[in-house]
């Protein structure tokens, strides 16, 4: 809600400095028939497989699956860490990775990952600046303006100076979504980056996402097992099976936003995880069979 | 919900909207590096370690004292004990010319001293590079590593007849040895160093826009400075072995040459004193390393201090 007065206003001032625009045009990402495959001439690790998913500009898509299925796989291919093995996937109608080319990571499609990637060798406020600073899209000290304003908007700017490994884990994260909003993406990947929190922080940083996506309207392609953090966060929940992945259910989310917590104690969110919960559970329980034969 | 950080943003849209920037809040003064020391210094003293070490020097003092120069235990009565050691050191005419006012003690202390410098600063200079270099090219990498694993393990001792013949005179040879000993540790380290750099960091800076060059300045050298302090107090450590074994074997100066030479012409004191300034110089030369890894590492300073 906060963020949303400051971010949200067209032509308002961070709008134009740090570059966060409101209207969702670009960042369509249509997954196409894709497969991934480790050690194709040996093991055959079939990690993705023949998975079709459309995710319309600005949407905030949720990927729900057992450990190990496979999402975290698709999330790199989404991201340019690796390629694909048959199948499409393009962004705004253009190729991102096809079997015989993977285009490189870029700042259009920022990660967030599980466990945190913010360089332990820079202060927050470098750690903001380093996209824009290092694609020269602006000077020093423009750079350094719009860091120092953006953490302001987002609430951050008394540990502008401070090192990572000074400030909180939920600070961490924050920061490192502020990072990534410093770049203008089109896309922000997120790989399970609550995963590690606990209960309390979680509430507190899902509902400052909230704001942030509320506030420029990024699609956001989320990764996580936590239901509940699905189902508050997403538009769509997407179910995918256990290994290899595949779009199990797509369940359509119709709460409005802006959410906050009242929503989860809510009869229709109750119906929602539970129509959820027994999608997942099915592939849960296969999953781990699986794991016990491999084990045995 | 959160009325005042509610007003606080308004305010600060406001404040940009009219063009002027808007104040930051005061931010609370970050310590200074010798106020975190003094801080540190202050808290050591609190604790029961500064004591318990003082105790520990003395007490061996005086069990070293008693064995030599008071019970003269077998093993032990050829070693010259603390009080013969001091009246040389401490002696405005000593014997054999060696004390703190000889001039020639200092005219060894400084050949050694300017030899290590030499050595470990060319050590360092072709060494960190090349350690950054093989582990950020893994073609350069396979092409080097077989190479270094296999002269590596040669000892630094075997080295010395082989540099004589190679060096016109003493000074290069032994320079020559104490390099090679620093080189490759420092080296090795340094791509120990990059090696252990998390992968995920690679990846945010490739998502951040990073070309190679950028993925070296940002994240390979800074990524593998702790390893590379590491290594330099290793191989600083190892350097003052080589050079001492360098020293005993060619040279005119240099405290290996002093505790070689005290040896042949049994000027036991010489010895001890020889041995304990080794003792010191290894310390600072130790001590110095850190204090610069503390100021290029301000973020494990900090870390520590929080």
């Known amino acids: 809600m906060i963020l949303s007065q400051i971010l949200g206003g067209k032509g308002g001032a961070l709008a134009k400095k740090a570059a966060i625009s409101s209207e969702a045009t670009a960042g369509k990402i249509s997954i196409r028939d894709v497969s991934i495959v480790y050690d194709p001439e040996g093991a055959r690790v079939v990690a993705v497989d023949g998975c079709s998913l459309e995710i319309p500009a600005g949407e905030f898509c949720v990927i729900v699956g057992p450990s190990g299925c496979g999402k975290t796989t698709l999330l790199n291919a989404i991201a340019g860490f690796h390629g694909v093995s048959s199948g499409e996937i393009y962004m705004d109608d253009q190729l991102l990775c096809s079997p015989e080319m993977t285009t490189e990571p870029g700042a259009d499609r920022i990660v967030v990952f599980q466990n945190g990637a913010l360089f332990p060798w820079k202060t927050v406020l470098d750690n903001v600046t380093f996209g824009p600073l290092i694609q020269g899209r602006m000077t020093r000290k423009e750079a350094r303006e719009a860091g120092h304003e953006l953490l302001l908007q987002m609430g951050l700017s008394g540990i502008s100076h401070r090192y990572p490994s000074e400030i909180s884990g939920g600070m961490r994260r924050r920061v490192e979504i502020a990072r990534a909003m410093m770049n203008d993406p089109k896309v922000l990947l997120l790989d399970e980056p609550f995963r590690a929190m606990d209960a309390l922080t979680k509430t507190v940083i899902q509902k400052y996402l909230l704001d942030v996506y509320d506030a420029s309207n990024k699609t956001v392609f989320f990764i996580t097992h936590d239901l509940e953090e699905a189902i508050f966060l997403g538009t769509r929940v997407i179910v995918v099976t256990s290994r290899p992945a595949q779009v199990k259910k797509v369940i359509n989310i119709e709460i409005p936003r802006p959410r906050d917590f009242r929503v989860l104690s809510s009869e229709y969110y109750r119906h929602l995880k539970e129509e959820t919960l027994e999608a997942v559970h099915e592939e849960a329980q296969k999953a781990f069979e699986a794991g016990e034969r491999e084990m045995a | ?306």
Not at chain 2, 236 to 265: D, H, P, Q, R, T
Not at chain 2, 284 to 299: D, E, K
Request: with cysteine.
């Open chain 2, 1 to 306: 919900m959160e009325r005042d950080e509610l007003d606080k943003s308004i305010e600060a849209q406001s404040l940009a909207e009219q063009g002027t920037q808007p104040t930051l809040p005061e931010e609370e003064r970050e310590p200074l590096t010798w106020e975190i020391m003094f801080s540190r210094i202050k808290y050591a003293l609190r604790t029961s370690a500064p004591y318990l070490g003082v105790v520990g020097l003395l007490s061996t003092l005086l069990a070293y004292w008693l064995l030599t120069e008071v019970i003269k235990a077998p093993l032990f009565d050829k070693v010259p004990g603390p009080v013969a050691v001091a009246s040389e050191w401490f002696s405005h005419h000593p014997m054999f010319r060696i004390s703190i006012y000889s001039g020639i003690y200092y005219k060894h202390i400084w050949a050694s001293c300017w030899r290590i410098i030499q050595a470990f600063t060319l050590a360092t200079v072709l060494g960190v590079p090349l350690g950054l270099f093989m582990g950020w090219k893994k073609v350069f990498k396979d092409y080097t590593f077989p190479f270094f694993e296999l002269i590596r393990p040669i000892p630094m001792l075997a080295w010395v007849p082989l540099a004589i013949l190679m060096f016109p005179g003493y000074e290069a040879s032994v320079i020559y040895v104490t390099f090679l000993g620093a080189f490759f540790v420092t080296t090795l380290n340094t791509l120990l160093g990059v090696e252990s750099i998390d992968e995920v960091y690679f990846r945010a800076a490739r998502c951040l826009g990073s070309r190679p060059r950028h993925l070296f300045f940002h994240v390979i050298v800074p990524g593998a400075l702790p390893f590379i302090f590491t290594g330099l107090q290793i191989s600083m450590g190892y350097s003052w072995f080589c050079l001492v074994a360098g020293e005993m074997i060619a040279g005119k100066y240099g405290l290996g040459y002093l505790i070689w030479n005290a040896y042949m012409e049994f000027q036991e004191p010489v010895l001890i004193i020889a041995m304990i300034t080794l003792g010191f110089l290894g310390w600072f030369s130790s001590a110095l390393i850190r204090l610069v890894a503390r100021r290029l590492m301000q973020w494990q300073v900090r870390e520590i201090a929080g």
